[in-house]
């Protein structure tokens, strides 16, 4: 364990070194056998998955961990038009990056107002956002069936991006909420001084100031929206397909006679974007949580 303080100690004062200890060498060993352990759980089935997606059906079950023979890349081509993964990756890519800019908006906005200013029920709606946190989907799949059909756009893209945007609301404004509510008020006074209203010195000022956390929270939407299942499946069952259910889909269709390969070859194809936007923005996240936790 190295010492963080190279300075020497100040005269008349004792210097003192760190020492591992061996509890602290247990713990540390400990630690990365679990994390290795993590490490194989989550990596060694993605590695499986898109090795089986080079593979043919009986290649697979002849030698499901073996290499494949022969490198079927035709199984891309038929996930991407037989089984119009092509089109649900479109749909996706629609349904949530319109959600995703909408909740960041509406997201900061409402954590903005309800960190930085006083009124009447201010405490009461900042609960009421947690509380949110807190219900489970599935209880409100029926009330939310009900209430867009009643409005006639069930099976619709503008019924998946409202439903998108609702269900991401509460945890944005309660991410959001800490980075707003310690900004330093100062700059603010200062913009209002300068003649900044309220809309500016938002836009223009403190939220850019709040980059990290919006970085962060915009990264676990796209995650938890991306992936989402249950809310398409039952508010979307007659309308345009997202990525979830398209695969659904193309696994019951096929019933006994399973193409493993083109069905391995599209769920390659649907986890390589959360894959690709964790890679890029990994740093970015780690920093942005770190910074959020330590105020």
Do not use: C
């Not at 996930?79 to 509406?106: C, K, P």
């Not at 939220?207 to 249950?230: D, E, T």
Request: proline share 4%; glycine share 8%; aromatic share 14%.
């Amino acid at each position: 364990m190295s010492v963080l303080n190279k300075t020497k100690a100040p005269e008349g004062h004792v210097e003192r070194k760190a020492e591992t200890t061996a509890g602290d060498r247990t713990v540390a060993g400990i630690s990365h056998v679990v994390l290795i352990l993590w490490s194989a759980i989550v990596v060694l089935p993605l590695l499986w998955t898109f090795m089986s997606s080079f593979k043919s059906s009986a290649e697979i079950f002849a030698s499901p961990f073996a290499l494949p023979s022969e490198w079927h890349f035709d199984n891309y081509s038929r996930a991407w038009q037989t089984a119009h993964i092509g089109e649900y990756f479109g749909n996706s890519v629609l349904v949530v990056g319109v959600s995703l800019v909408l909740v960041m908006l509406l997201g900061a906005m409402s954590a903005y107002v309800l960190a930085r200013f006083k009124f009447w029920g201010n405490r009461f709606l900042y609960i009421l956002m947690l509380a949110g946190n807190t219900f489970p989907v599935f209880l409100a799949m029926v009330p939310l069936f009900a209430i867009l059909k009643n409005m006639g756009i069930l099976g619709t893209y503008q019924a998946m991006i409202a439903t998108y945007t609702s269900f991401a609301l509460a945890f944005t404004v309660f991410f959001l909420h800490s980075f707003f509510k310690n900004l330093p008020g100062e700059i603010a006074e200062a913009a209002a001084i300068d003649g900044a209203g309220e809309w500016r010195t938002f836009f223009q000022i403190m939220l850019p100031m709040a980059k990290p956390g919006l970085a962060s929270v915009a990264i676990f939407n796209f995650l938890g929206l991306w992936n989402q299942f249950l809310i398409p499946v039952t508010i979307n069952s007659s309308g345009p397909k997202v990525l979830s259910q398209g695969l659904f889909a193309y696994a019951q269709q096929m019933g006994y006679a399973v193409d493993f390969g083109a069905l391995f070859a599209a769920v390659t194809v649907t986890v390589l974007p959360v894959l690709v936007v964790y890679v890029i923005f990994q740093r970015q996240l780690q920093g942005s949580v770190s910074q959020g936790t330590s105020r």
